[in-house]
């Protein structure tokens, strides 16, 4: 089969070569000095142990960027020279010094007015600061596009050197030595750097107990099984460091407030005789290991004391008490009220009054109890997380070897009110909306929070029964939550879980959707009443898990006819249930989820996410007689169904600035109800911005079905093609039309995902390769469908589903100003299961027209069988 599509990829790399040479010939020429060189490559030799990316990151300086990795494309640093070499920084010096006059004079009229003296510094430090940033780093093409040119330098080359054989000796290899050669070429100096590692220095006897201090040894040696110094291990610096902080917050947690791990560092006396610190001996020598190792013992771990002392304090609280402070001009100041609660005092304002038996739940400091740093850090934790306070600080003193403790908190405003506008992008299609929200803080008296939510939004969507065809779909809502900083239950689970951040959640909302609410004859009009209970609380640091016994929805909808009549097609002769999903419904759940999660935005470094999901719906249905509920729920769908889903996620760093990400995703719903179909927000979906990017949102398979069939003649339909269905003597068609969304009860899908960083342009823009994986099935057909071909290749089957995984690839952009990030990717079909014919040749015999690897026939011509898929979403996919 003959692609077309070939001969215009020669075309883009002519394309792109052209567009470098021209972007090089127009570039100035080199402004360097004489004795001036270009930094070029910096590479290691030598290195067997330590790893060339941790060398690697201890350069500071950096190359100029090369576009797409190209030698000699350094685009960035020729779009600096060409605007340096014409830029005039004399306007941004003299608007500057006109400025610092001007102000300088504001400073001395207002010098008795700290409040306008104070706004009038901000404003000159604000001004200031741009033009300064004018004169040093140039217009704002050189800011944001350009770059700056790198040079060598030979005192950083040896300074780069020095800094490498310190690290090494930190690794442990004390004997290193390294040294740089350097090269040059078209004014770029490549340096390389040849180490010698050495034989490294290992641990082999381990004491760090001090044989004089009996209560230190005690603790030394209950926790000794998680010292950073073990045997067999290299003597690092870096070991050395952790193992007295972990010495220091095993201190702190056993009483010892002020213990600070300088009391382990080596100090002189009056006599110049150095005391402290681990006893290290590097004499030994073993001749069965001394051309492997050099051999270091640790003897043991000199303490010392403060000033005038022999040994270190353990203190205890003796008084713990708890103060609101009023708000600035707060004429209500006056008078105090104090109480008592479990040994803890409290004293708060006339209007700021909290329960002592809440606030008592989040304190963990207790009069007579042993100082513990964790119980002071996790105190501070406990209240911040309230919501009620905006400055909290615990102050203390130790005199008379005693803890006297007083928390002194600030109050939040009790009313707040907050709004947000912006755009939602649902389908890859932007659409306003407008969120306000009413706060009223400790509504009751007992840390609760109250919070009333409206929402606006106005979206763009493509027409359920015509892909080209955009309708406005309009939507409101309303939502109420009640927020307790405790689990409501009784017994002691509430108590236990006291320290986990617990909260309690009680919501009732109400939602309204018209799908195109300007036509004549809106598609449906649906609307619904929510409530909910939510349990959630933190395991750990970076565990969460979420228990909700009580999840109730009633939906209400009305469809046009015509509407109603395309969805009973669909299902009658397609098996498709979306006519469920459109109406009058009941649905009831209780959920559990955990979710581990210790990957932070922003941060390169390796991480982790693990998220487990259980539902059970319609549970509560059973407890009432099968016969009784078509009296209480009439024209009412009853949903009962399990349902399960799993998500992991892998972050790994390869470089200073990409990360390789791996994600997998499964999940089934078993539905047991009458139709065996699950409520629309319930069936799981793929394809779309955050699944496989190379299928529309939530219109990938089922299976190896066709996305939409002639209801008649089963044949596929197809889009933007000489022919929409399959015809005799027909070898190639268009891409499949995906007309309607399909719901799946067993989704597979698994994402591996390149990311890196290109260049600077106000914000960072990046860039990301993708490859995509996997399908959606249905698990059982329903019996009041009728089954035809089509329908039979979208249920899940073991012998086979193995065959019907779809796979996608592509690449993305992505442009992170921090606070914001906008995605744009491009979704290519590499696999389709679907895509495979039993049709007849001109001659009327039948043939199959295998199509399912459609990546060769990928092209942007509408007529292409591989049209790419274009994703808009905010912030990473995953």
């Not at 104070?118 to 300064?132: D, E, P, S, V």
């Not at 030979?154 to 050669?181: E, M, P, T, W």
């Not at 107990?209 to 099984?225: G, P, R, V, W």
Request: with cysteine; aromatic share 14%; net charge positive.
């Amino acid at each position: 089969m003959h692609n077309k599509a070939t001969h215009f990829r020669p075309f883009l790399g002519y394309l792109s070569l052209i567009f470098l040479l021209i972007l090089g010939a127009c570039s100035p020429k080199s402004t360097l000095k004489k004795d001036e060189f270009l930094l070029g490559n910096q590479s290691f030799r030598g290195n067997s142990a330590v790893k060339t990316e941790d060398l690697a990151a201890l350069l500071p300086q950096r190359p100029n960027k090369r576009f797409l990795a190209i030698p000699g494309a350094t685009v960035s640093l020729w779009v600096y020279q060409y605007f340096d070499k014409r830029y005039d920084r004399t306007p941004a010096r003299q608007k500057l010094d006109s400025l610092t006059s001007y102000y300088e004079l504001q400073f001395e009229r207002y010098a008795n007015d700290s409040r306008k003296l104070a706004k009038l510094r901000r404003k000159y430090t604000r001004l200031g600061t741009k033009y300064q940033k004018r004169i040093e780093s140039g217009n704002w093409w050189m800011q944001t596009v350009g770059e700056p040119p790198v040079y060598f330098s030979d005192k950083d080359a040896q300074s780069n050197a020095q800094k490498i054989k310190n690290y090494l000796i930190n690794q442990g290899y004390r004997d290193a030595h390294v040294s740089f050669a350097t090269d040059t070429l078209l004014r770029h100096v490549r340096t390389t750097y040849s180490i010698k590692e050495g034989l490294p220095h290992r641990l082999r006897n381990v004491d760090i107990f001090t044989h004089k201090d009996a209560a230190i040894d005690s603790l030394l040696q209950k926790n000794k099984e998680v010292s950073f110094l073990k045997s067999n291990k290299n003597y690092r610096n870096s070991d050395v460091i952790n193992e007295s902080g972990r010495i220091e917050r095993l201190m702190r947690e056993n009483g010892y407030y002020g213990f600070d791990k300088n009391y382990l560092r080596p100090v002189q006396n009056a006599l110049g005789k150095r005391y402290g610190g681990f006893l290290v001996d590097t004499s030994a020598h073993d001749p069965a290991t001394d051309s492997l190792f050099h051999i270091v013992d640790i003897k043991g771990l000199q303490v010392n004391y403060p000033r005038n002392q022999t040994t270190h304090t353990q203190y205890r609280f003796s008084s713990v008490g708890f103060r609101v402070e009023p708000l600035p001009n707060d004429p209500n100041s006056t008078p105090r009220a104090t109480t008592s609660f479990r040994g803890i005092t409290y004293s708060f304002l006339p209007k700021q009054n909290y329960a002592p038996r809440v606030l008592d739940s989040k304190i963990l400091l207790r009069p007579g109890a042993l100082y513990k740093q964790s119980d002071w850090e996790e105190t501070y934790r406990q209240l911040s997380v309230l919501d009620q306070f905006q400055f909290i600080n615990i102050e203390s003193d130790t005199t008379n070897g005693q803890i006297r403790t007083l928390i002194r908190v600030l109050p939040q405003d009790k009313y707040q009110v907050t709004g947000e506008s912006g755009v939602n992008v649902v389908q890859n299609l932007p659409g306003p909306f407008l969120n306000g929200t009413f706060r009223v803080r400790n509504i009751f008296g007992r840390l609760e929070n109250f919070e009333v939510s409206l929402r606006g939004a106005l979206d763009a969507n493509f027409g359920l029964n015509n892909t080209s065809q955009l309708v406005r779909t309009l939507e409101l809502g309303a939502n109420t939550a009640l927020i307790f900083p405790r689990i409501l239950f009784p017994g002691k689970l509430a108590s236990r879980l006291n320290r986990k951040t617990p909260r309690s959640i009680l919501s009732l909302g109400y939602n309204y959707t018209n799908r195109d609410f300007l036509g004549a004859d809106p598609d449906f009009v649906r609307s619904g009443f929510q409530a909910s209970l939510r349990y959630n609380w933190k395991k750990s640091e970076y565990e969460y898990l979420n228990f909700t016994p009580i999840d109730l929805s009633i939906l209400e909808s009305k469809q046009s006819q015509k509407f109603s009549y395309l969805l009973d097609s669909l299902y009658t002769y397609g098996g498709n249930p979306l006519k469920f999903s459109f109406q009058s419904a009941v649905i009831s759940s209780m959920s559990f989820s955990y979710v581990f999660n210790n990957n932070i935005i922003g941060q390169n470094r390796k991480a982790h996410y693990l998220r487990w999901f259980v539902e059970a719906g319609g549970t509560s249905l059973n407890l009432l007689r099968q016969q009784r509920l078509p009296l209480i729920l009439t024209g009412f769908e009853l949903y009962k169904f399990l349902k399960f889903n799993g998500e992991y996620r892998t972050y790994h760093p390869i470089g200073p600035k990409s990360t390789l990400v791996y994600r997998a995703n499964a999940g089934l719903i078993f539905n047991y109800n009458n139709r065996r179909v699950a409520p629309y927000e319930k069936s799981l979906t793929g394809g779309g911005s955050n699944s496989l990017r190379a299928w529309p949102p939530r219109r990938l398979g089922l299976g190896s079905a066709y996305p939409n069939v002639d209801l008649q003649t089963g044949s596929p339909i197809f889009r933007n093609g000489t022919t929409t269905t399959l015809q005799p003597g027909v070898t190639e068609y268009s891409s499949f039309e995906y007309r309607f969304e399909q719901l799946g009860d067993v989704l597979m899908e698994t994402n591996l995902e390149l990311r890196g960083h290109l260049f600077r342009f106000v914000g960072d823009v990046n860039y990301a390769l993708f490859i995509d994986a996997g399908n959606a099935w249905r698990l059982r057909l329903d019996k009041n469908a009728t089954p035809n071909q089509n329908t039979l290749k979208g249920a899940f089957d073991v012998s086979r589903f193995y065959k019907e995984i779809a796979v996608g690839t592509g690449v993305g952009l992505r442009y992170d100003l921090s606070y914001f990030i906008f995605r744009l990717d491009m979704g290519i079909k590499v696999y389709d299961p679907s895509r495979i014919f039993e049709t007849k040749d001109a001659d009327g015999k039948p043939i199959t027209i295998d199509e399912r690897y459609v990546l060769p026939r990928f092209s942007f011509r509408r007529s292409s069988a591989n049209l790419p898929v274009f994703n808009i979403g905010i912030g990473y996919p995953f």
